[in-house]
């Protein structure tokens, strides 16, 4: 058997092990807001490939909250991360919430840092520097800076118990410092100090992303779940007529 289909197999047989020992839980990821029924009729759509289970219900990258008291007890079983962060805050950087309207040009840089992201060319969205960036209770924007400026960043989304991150990037010079580690903690540490109820931190899929993104979120604590989403009993359901725009996994 050539190389190639070797480690595809052990891959395979791999995602199988995962998918038949990663724990089942419920969440409630609506509770009858707009954005919210958007996100969990999303979640069901029919997976592409796996027609008999949901699009984002399998192989769920999550991060539980609750694990961990506090905002110091994130890394305290995160060796790697820890040390990560750690070189990343000797070196200067922080984290703050920012508007994103406000910072499309260091945003630009940031996406055009790089000429390809997980093996892709860059969208052309991210290129355009007169994108408009939506601002809305259930969103937010926070990143990591070095002197005031932007190097790393990710976009939460708000939905029922949980926050979802998208468009999480770094500048290329930046990312052997330690930014992205240091932006998931200081993501856990924003939403535990400013979002109490929420349970969860959702970073996309296991199965679907390359060896490096999937070591990634290993190493910054998300573990794989099969996900039963649902609506909060008694919340009113509403129309929803949002296109169904897959949120990024970069």
């Not at 020992?21 to 997976?47: A, D, K, N, W, Y």
């Not at 219900?57 to 007890?73: H, I, K, N, S, T």
């Not at 070189?87 to 390809?116: K, M, Q, W």
Request: proline letters at 6%; glycine letters at 8%.
């Amino acid at each position: 058997m050539a190389a190639p289909e070797l480690t595809r197999l052990r891959r395979l047989l791999g995602d199988l092990r995962m998918a038949a020992t990663m724990p089942r839980v419920e969440i409630v990821v609506s509770r009858g807001r707009r954005h919210e029924e958007e996100c969990l009729r999303q979640f069901r759509q029919r997976h592409p490939r796996l027609k008999i289970v949901g699009r984002k219900v399998m192989g769920v990258a999550l991060l539980r909250l609750d694990e961990f008291p506090g905002d110091d007890g994130y890394l305290e079983r995160l060796r790697y991360a820890r040390r990560r962060v750690r070189r990343a805050h000797r070196l200067g950087y922080t984290v703050a919430t920012f508007d994103p309207n406000e910072r499309r040009a260091e945003l630009l840089a940031i996406h055009s840092s790089l000429p390809e992201r997980q093996g892709r060319p860059m969208d052309a969205p991210y290129l355009d520097p007169d994108a408009s960036y939506e601002i809305a209770p259930h969103l937010e924007s926070i990143g990591v800076l070095k002197d005031g400026v932007l190097v790393a960043y990710s976009e939460l989304e708000y939905a029922g118990d949980i926050v979802g991150t998208s468009r999480i990037m770094g500048h290329g010079d930046h990312l052997n410092n330690g930014v992205m580690f240091l932006l998931i903690a200081g993501i856990v540490e924003h939403v535990k100090s400013t979002r109490p109820d929420i349970r969860y931190v959702f970073y996309d899929m296991f199965f679907g992303a390359g060896d490096g993104l999937r070591a990634f979120k290993t190493h910054a604590g998300f573990r794989p779940y099969w996900v039963r989403w649902r609506r909060e009993p008694g919340a009113a359901r509403v129309l929803t007529t949002v296109p169904d725009q897959p949120r990024s996994d970069r």
